[in-house]
């Protein structure tokens, strides 16, 4: 839990772990004027990067690097704030960091330093949480998103929308003072037509934001079949390397195998799996039970059959075993030598993708369904990065908007709709956001942020 205490003052490592050129200690709070004194002689003037000693109470070097005090409010927190920037060993870190702790700073919780800057109004809620993205993006393109999204381009989005539904609604509710008048304020506020104003803006908010999402999330991905159907070829051919072992010994894989790639910037988290076959060997029931057992966070099964042999009695039993929910396609692999050309066919309402792993042919039509199944969109403009909470409360604010359309003619409940709508967009940017769902957001941080 993030300590409550914002008069405490605050101290981290603010660099990854492990030896680096560069280690950086972080200190926030009422007392890095006098931290500063007691470590570098004296405070260096505001916002200038000084060259000094680092010192223990005793006269002794602790190190030699750059200083740099930010007074408050014109800092990352809107507290005073040190950065003390020396040699990134770990053993001289830790005694830089255990310096600041003598001279009452305290060490700082997980996310503890951007939720100072969230409370201190220097950040809101979905900037904040872009912190965290931009440090973990994976992909150039979640990068982008990400510090799209710090930048506060997608909190000004739904800023705009969300004045729009203050004005909507005050109007509305009014309305509700002149029960008497004989004038209908709701046709003659075009209200009906501003709500269906607004819900276009909102879709095309939440594709955006989906889009982000997939950014930042990716897709899990599950290859199954019988043994020796090429389940890990196919997976070292998306991958680009010898990530799975191929032989024609069947069960081969005995455990499921994980690998990440990326197509087109996405992220797709690809599950090699045992071969699903009736057998003695218990290590290999084992793996077959895992495999089931990593279809039920799977978006997409790739359900792979020998292109020789076709579909047969024992696929049908494995998709049958499949939860409905998922996103299934049948990769027809071994064209090379049944001889097909690559190609993707819908029969009886599925997916059929003829490729070969072995030589890669067919392989990039296999990528591009991938895509167009999640929702990507090729050149897609300002897309932001999103969180799967971002994405609830949209479809939130979608549900009481359309609520409010229903009940226009009710001008009480289109107003506690709209307000409604009101409430889920603002637990976006953190206007209404519990003190439980912070300490779950910002706990998720890393130690010096």
């Known amino acids: 839990m993030l300590s409550a205490n914002s008069q405490d003052t605050i101290a981290a490592i603010a660099t990854a772990s492990g030896a680096g050129g560069i280690g950086i200690v972080r200190v926030s709070g009422p007392l890095c004027h006098v931290i500063a004194t ?52 770990t053993a001289l870190m830790q005694i830089l960091l255990a310096r600041c702790i003598a001279l009452g700073a305290r060490q700082a919780v997980p996310g503890e330093f951007t939720r100072r800057a969230y409370l201190n109004d220097k950040l809101d809620l979905a900037q904040a949480e872009a912190v965290a993205d931009v440090i973990n993006a994976a992909t150039i393109e979640a990068a982008k998103s990400a510090v799209r999204s710090l930048s506060g381009e997608f909190s000004q989005t739904i800023n705009s929308l969300l004045s729009e539904l203050i004005n909507l609604r005050l109007y ?5 003072d002149f029960p008497e008048e004989e004038i209908d304020f709701i046709t003659q506020g075009r209200v009906a037509e501003k709500i269906a104003k607004n819900q276009a803006v909102l879709a095309t908010i939440f594709s955006k934001a989906k889009q982000g999402a997939l950014l930042r999330d990716g897709v899990n991905v599950v290859l199954i079949g019988q043994p020796n159907v090429g389940k890990s070829s196919l997976m070292n051919a998306l991958s680009g390397e010898e990530v799975a072992i191929v032989t024609p010994i069947a069960g081969t ?49 790739l ?21 409905q929910e998922m996103t299934k396609i049948w990769v027809h692999n071994k064209i090379d030598l049944s001889q097909e050309q690559p190609q993707v066919l819908d029969k009886n309402n599925a997916m059929h993708i003829c490729l070969s792993a072995k030589t890669g042919l067919g392989l990039d039509l296999l990528k591009s369904h991938l895509l167009s199944l999640v929702g ?11 969180r799967a909470r971002h994405l609830e409360a949209l479809n939130q604010v979608a549900l009481h908007l359309q609520q409010a359309s229903a009940q226009i003619n009710l001008a009480e409940l289109a107003a506690e709709e709209l307000r409604l709508a009101q409430e889920s967009l603002s637990s976006i940017t953190g206007e209404f956001t519990p003190d439980d769902l912070l300490g779950e957001i910002f706990s998720k941080f890393c130690i010096g942020k």
């Open 172 to 176: 509305v509710e009014a309305c509700l």
């Open 38 to 89: 007691q470590i570098l002689g004296h405070c260096p003037a505001p916002r200038y990067a000084a060259y000094l000693d680092f010192k223990q109470d005793n006269g002794e070097l602790i190190d030699r690097g750059i200083a740099i005090y930010y007074n408050a409010p014109h800092s990352y927190t809107g507290e005073e704030v040190l950065e003390l920037q020396g040699h990134g060993g």
């Open 253 to 301: 894989t005995r455990d499921a195998i994980k690998s990440e790639i990326q197509i087109n910037g996405v992220p797709l988290h690809i599950i090699d799996t045992a071969g699903l076959r009736e057998t003695d060997d218990e290590v290999e029931k084992i793996g077959i039970a895992r495999t089931y057992q990593a279809t039920e966070t799977a978006h997409i099964a």
């Open 303 to 323: 359900l792979l059959v020998d292109a020789t042999h076709g579909i047969g009695e024992q696929e049908k039993l494995i998709i049958d075993r499949l939860p």
């Open 376 to 386: 990507y969109q090729q050149n897609a403009e300002g897309v932001f990065m999103a």
